[in-house]
C-alpha cells in the first residue's frame, strides 16, 4: 500500500502520477508540531480535493472540535493524531 503525503495540487497530481492508493493533506488546520506552516483551512481543502480520485486523508490539527467542519466536504477521512497519545 502507497500513500503520499501531500500540501498542495502538485503533490496531489504527484500521487496518482505514481499509483499512490491514498493521499495525506495537510496540515488542514494549525498544528503545534508544526506550528511556522501556514494551514489550508476548510476552503482550500474542497477545492483540492476536487476531481482528486484516489481517496484523500485529512491530517494536522484535527481534534474533536473541528473534526465537524470537514464533514461538509467530499473527502471525510481525519487522523486523530493527538487524540491518540497518552496525556
Given at each position: ?62 481534534n ?5 467542519k ?18
Amino acid at each position: 500500500l502507497i500513500t503520499i503525503a501531500a500540501h498542495y495540487l502538485t503533490g496531489l497530481r504527484y500521487a496518482k502520477m505514481c499509483g499512490a492508493a491514498a493521499v495525506l493533506l495537510s496540515p488542514v488546520f494549525k498544528t503545534t508540531t508544526h506550528p511556522l506552516t501556514p494551514p489550508l483551512g476548510i476552503h482550500q481543502f474542497k477545492l483540492l480535493s476536487i476531481g482528486v480520485s484516489i481517496p484523500i486523508y485529512a491530517l494536522g490539527g484535527i481534534n474533536s472540535i473541528n473534526s465537524n467542519k470537514l464533514f461538509n466536504t467530499a473527502k471525510i477521512s481525519c487522523r486523530f493524531l493527538k487524540s491518540m497519545r497518552p496525556d
